[in-house]
């Protein structure tokens, strides 16, 4: 995905387990990396949430110094699987209150992209190194 350089990007990654011949713990494990950095290592969905059919939201936010970022999914058992993908950039909000009022510090998101869904009506399996590019 093409994106502003130097920015901090809060990537959010959705899953659910559905496919009816993964039936418990360890059938499905993966690694992501973004941008080349493992950023959630051994990920395996219905050891994570407990059960079948549930949700699992996992997020991380990067420093994206290039225009570039890249989400790499790496199975290590089974097929790597993502239902959706949200990238939001982090902006700073600027503090526009009276020198003598409080001050708090917050986030202010700002929708950098629309969510990203996949038809799930059939499953997305990776059989190798599975590389979403987002261009």
Same mark, same amino acid.
């Given at each position: 995905m093409d994106v502003d350089p130097n920015r901090n990007y809060s990537i959010w990654l959705h899953f659910a387990e559905i496919d009816t011949s993964v039936t418990g713990i360890g059938q499905r494990v993966f690694d992501i990396l973004i941008n080349g950095d493992i950023a959630f290592q051994d990920i395996d969905i219905v050891n994570m949430i407990g059960d079948l059919y549930s949700a699992l939201v996992l997020n991380k936010t990067v420093a994206v110094n290039g225009r570039t970022l890249t989400i790499t999914f790496h199975p290590t058992k089974g097929h790597a699987l993502i239902n959706a993908i949200e990238i939001l950039e982090v902006i700073t909000a600027k503090s526009k209150t009276l020198p003598d009022e409080d001050k708090y510090a917050f986030l202010n998101f700002q929708m950098f992209e629309n969510l990203f869904l996949f038809d799930f009506d059939? &499953?997305?399996? &990776?059989?190798?190194?599975?590389r979403f590019m987002f261009i």
């Open positions: 059939m &499953f997305l399996h &990776f059989d190798e190194v599975a």
